[in-house]
């Protein structure tokens, strides 16, 4: 039987230890009966052009993130809002559980692609040079904070208070080196892969986004699967979550010491204070419209 | 038959860009014809290679100041700034054999300053400067456009640097020191770019011209400073948090024409039309360049060169300096090929485990690597600043690879120190305390 | 035959004043984004995106229609040194060869355009195929480029691009 051929393709670079660890565990877990050919670094398809690649049939796997599928179904943002989810533990029961059965089904049926996992990839905290530590959103007013490009991450930044930036990522270092802007709100291994915390001072664990990957396979492939094989795919997909969630956890708790050791302050804002106002700034926004009815209770209950 | 040239995708495709390209055809587009022939050959979807191509440019941000610093450069060549420019060097250096070429460095090292790219310094500073030194006569073009794509190199590794910090991504080292450690390299190329260009000035006996007597320097100084504060307020602007890199471009061209219209009031409406139609033309023949590269990349990616590079350097057993030597041989010769962000985001990371084990140092290999990527694109047959010198100068590409041996040999020896002398390199970035 | 010549060449020129207000949207643009940033402290996203968009058009468009063949950038050193009987050849062979290529494949391109009308831009939430749109006549005039070359080198009109020397350049050497 011929082997079944796998196309992945993501953005983070080919060192990443999520690399050695998409590797060894889903890779090498998957066996001799399949062909896993892994581009890293955006060298095959840019950055939020894969669901597409893979709907066209070019690409057959990729690590997604929510932002990605906003275009093509819209219900999705529920899931990129911030304070959704207190923690990782939250986070981890929501999407084991199934409250979002039906938000499943129709990114299957809107975009042609199934979501085999939910890889951590870190909480996002606000993170910045400064000489007070900013406890509400009140004390955000005015900041230049760097949000990711794009109406929907920008409005992240707007609810959390602070005066959102679109900076490309590779021109934040030297944007808060010479303070065309005063902060950013990568979680912190991305704070620490990208040498911002080289030059920020203070970093307040906001959490204000538990940020999950989705690892995501196309549909067409999926279907022309046998049942063992799709069973051998979806339980090495469990595997690299369960791998990449502790790595995560593990790199946080070793980055948190490290730059407090670096002499960055790193602290607790009054996030009730935060979760509060954005909420309510996302209910009364446009984006609300797209939520599923009563999912964010769902979700916030599952919590509880 | 059909099997042979599935088999052979790669080599069939870069066959049809080099032959293409030998008999004539635009380089870009036999870039993109290549491309195709590759998905073909392989029964992939054709739609990749325009797909490719549509996306990189799209996503391309750091590539949006060329541009505007064409627009610049042309703002100020029909302002009269660029002449007031060109009057102050030649009283301050014309008088010495190759004067005008050793500014040429010296503009290279200013901008470089501002700018994280050795392209938009071709096309920004370059253009002003080729205009000055090929205006009387005393430079052949292909020598002005020669030594102005050698200089441009130096751009990305003087901090600022685009180069540096897509290095820093995909090594996981530090960018404060990256950019540390890249500052006397840059100085160093730019030095034995300033020798080569004497020695040839000596050797070819250049015209000089009559001394400039003292006393009218300070009204040639005058003149000339609204257009010397531009490196000024650039550098202020970048430094001071007011504008990015990229936005620099912008507040160039919105300066030149500031002064031309107020001070010098030497620009009209139709002659600000004539820049903007003339620079977008020039960005269009380059941008179909770089969108050329941008499709290969495609081809490189999907066929795991780099993979099949690091398992071809892993079959032998290297001492360092040969380790070192043949991956200096290997990025220059890809750098032939490739644009410089591509070597540094696909080749380069796979490199790195290979890197480390022979126990070098990761800063220092970065600058290895930038120096290297920048070297490769004024290393014909396919060099990025050749084909833009190129195209500002109308001299044929052939003339200017004539006049740029000298600046890639006087490169290669300032690469050697670079490679071979690591302390060179180091000293800066361990003064601000990097501990390797 | 002269009127048509007439409508052709103001058609060229309408070319050329889009081609400069695209540059110069790009240079407001900029302008705008850092006096909203700096000065106003309202930092705006749609100037990034519609830069990204205008040096996309840019470029596929001014080949496309305004970029003469002259300033397209070319490789000499082999063809210059040939005879012209042999340039002529390789304006065939490229020509002909490369017209093939980008017409083989067009349809699929047409097919990559237009699917991409369900994702849209981050800001401005312009569908990606108007974005994308340009590509199609940019491979059109590619495709009618090569064929002129060809016929060029047929019927012995060309070279078409052999840059000459300036009276006021000269070798050293
Ligand atoms: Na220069
Ligand atoms: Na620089």
């Known amino acids: ?304 | ?436 | 035959m002269d009127r048509l010549k007439t409508i052709w060449s103001w058609l060229g020129r309408r070319a050329q004043n889009v081609l400069a207000l695209l540059l110069l949207t790009m240079f407001v643009a900029f302008l705008l984004q850092i006096v909203f940033r700096y000065f106003l402290n309202l930092p705006v996203g749609w100037t990034v995106e519609w830069v990204a968009i205008a040096w996309l058009w840019g470029i596929l468009f001014g080949y496309a229609f305004v970029v003469r063949e002259t300033e397209v950038i070319h490789l000499d050193v082999l063809y210059d040194a040939m005879p012209r009987g042999v340039r002529r050849g390789f304006d065939v062979i490229t020509g002909v060869f490369v017209a093939a290529v980008f017409a083989w494949t067009l349809p699929a391109t047409w097919d990559y355009v237009d699917f991409m009308k369900i994702e849209r831009t981050a800001y401005l939430r312009w569908p990606f195929n108007f974005v994308f749109f340009i590509y199609i006549p940019f491979a059109i005039a590619v495709i009618v480029r090569a064929l002129m070359t060809a016929w060029a080198g047929l019927t012995g009109t060309g070279p078409r691009f052999h840059i000459q020397d300036s009276a006021g350049s000269h070798d050293y050497d």
């Open chain 2, 1 to 436: 038959m059909i099997d042979f040239f599935a088999a052979h995708a790669i080599g069939t495709a870069i066959a049809v860009i080099v032959a293409l390209s030998l008999m004539g055809h635009s380089v870009g587009i036999s870039m993109v014809a290549g491309s195709l022939i590759y998905l073909l050959a392989k029964g992939y979807d054709p739609s990749l290679a325009p797909e490719t191509l549509l996306q990189g440019l799209f996503n391309g941000y750091t590539l949006l100041a060329i541009p505007l610093f064409i627009l610049a450069a042309d703002i100020m060549n029909i302002g009269s700034l660029a002449d007031r420019l060109l009057r102050f060097s030649q009283a301050l250096v014309g008088r010495f054999r190759g004067g005008l070429g050793h500014v040429n460095v010296v503009s290279s090292l200013i901008f470089s300053g501002m700018s994280g790219s050795a392209v938009a310094d071709a096309v920004g500073m370059g253009k002003i400067i080729i205009n000055m030194m090929t205006k009387d006569g005393k430079y052949t073009p292909a020598y002005a456009a020669a030594i102005t794509a050698a200089t441009a190199t130096v751009g990305p590794i003087i901090p600022p640097s685009i180069p540096m910090v897509l290095y820093a991504i995909v090594s996981d080292q530090s960018v404060g020191y990256l950019f540390a450690a890249g500052l006397a390299p840059g100085l160093l190329m730019a030095l034995v770019m300033a020798l080569m260009n004497y020695w040839i000035a000596r050797r070819r006996n250049f015209p000089t011209d009559e001394a400039v007597p003292l006393r009218d320097l300070p009204a040639i100084t005058y003149k000339a400073a609204p257009a010397l504060m531009l490196p000024v307020i650039l550098l202020g602007g970048i430094y001071g948090g007011v504008v990015t890199p990229t936005e620099a471009a912008a507040v160039a061209a919105f300066y030149a024409l500031f002064i031309s219209v107020t001070f010098y009031r030497s620009v009209n409406l139709r002659q600000f039309y004539t820049a903007l139609l003339g620079s977008a033309r020039s960005t269009a023949a380059v941008g179909v360049l770089v969108a050329g590269a941008v499709t290969f990349n495609y081809v490189i990616a999907r066929e795991g060169v780099p993979h099949a590079i690091a398992d071809w350097l892993g079959q032998y057993e290297f001492s360092r300096t040969g380790f070192l030597i043949v991956i200096n041989l290997l990025i220059l010769s890809l750098g032939m090929v490739l644009e410089g962000g591509a070597i540094l985001l696909i080749i380069v990371p796979i490199l790195i485990p290979s890197v480390q084990a022979m126990g070098i140092d990761l800063v220092h290999f970065g600058v290895i690597a930038v120096v290297n990527a920048m070297v490769g694109l004024i290393t014909p047959p396919y060099g990025l600043l050749l084909f833009i010198v190129s195209n500002i100068t109308r001299q044929p590409v052939g003339k200017i690879i004539r006049e740029v041996w000298p600046f890639i040999i006087a490169l290669i020896i300032a690469l050697g120190i670079i490679t071979f002398v690591p302390d060179f390199v180091l000293f800066l970035p361990r003064l601000l305390g990097y501990q390797g």
């Open chain 1, 1 to 304: 039987q011929d082997k079944v051929e796998l196309i992945y393709s993501d953005t983070v670079s080919e060192n990443d230890i999520r690399s050695t660890i998409l590797q060894d565990e889903f890779a090498a877990c998957l066996g001799d009966g399949f062909d896993f050919q892994a581009h890293h670094g955006a060298t095959l398809f840019q950055q939020g052009t894969e669901l597409t690649a893979m709907q066209r049939g070019n690409l057959d796997m990729g690590n997604l993130a929510i932002f990605d599928f906003y275009n093509q179904v819209p219900s999705t943002s529920v899931l990129g809002v911030p304070f959704l989810f207190r923690d990782y533990d939250h986070m981890r029961a929501v999407y084991d559980g199934d409250v979002l059965a039906d938000l499943e089904a129709e990114i299957e049926e809107k975009a042609g692609v199934k979501i085999l996992a939910y890889p951590y990839i870190g909480a996002r905290h606000i993170s910045y040079v400064g000489d007070r530590e900013y406890m509400t959103p009140a004390d955000l007013d005015g900041v230049k904070m760097r949000f990711p490009g794009g109406e929907g991450w920008q409005f992240v930044g707007t609810a959390m208070g602070a005066t959102p930036v679109p900076i490309p990522f590779t021109e934040v270092y030297t944007a808060l080196q010479t303070g065309a802007v005063d902060g950013q709100d990568n979680g912190f291994p991305a704070t620490h892969s990208m040498k911002f915390d080289e030059v920020i001072n203070y970093m307040g664990l906001t959490s204000h986004l538990i940020a999950a990957n989705e690892f995501t396979i196309s549909l067409s492939k999926w279907n022309s699967m046998s049942p063992e094989q799709q069973e051998t795919v979806q339980g090495c997909a469990d595997n690299f979550q369960a791998a990449l969630d502790q790595v995560t956890l593990d790199q946080e708790n070793e980055l948190k010491d490290q730059f407090i050791a670096n002499g960055i302050n790193v602290y607790m804002p009054d996030n009730q204070a935060f979760q509060d106002h954005v909420l309510q700034v996302y209910r009364d926004s446009k984006y609300s419209a797209d939520w599923p009815e009563g999912l964010v209770e769902a979700i916030v209950a599952v919590g509880q």
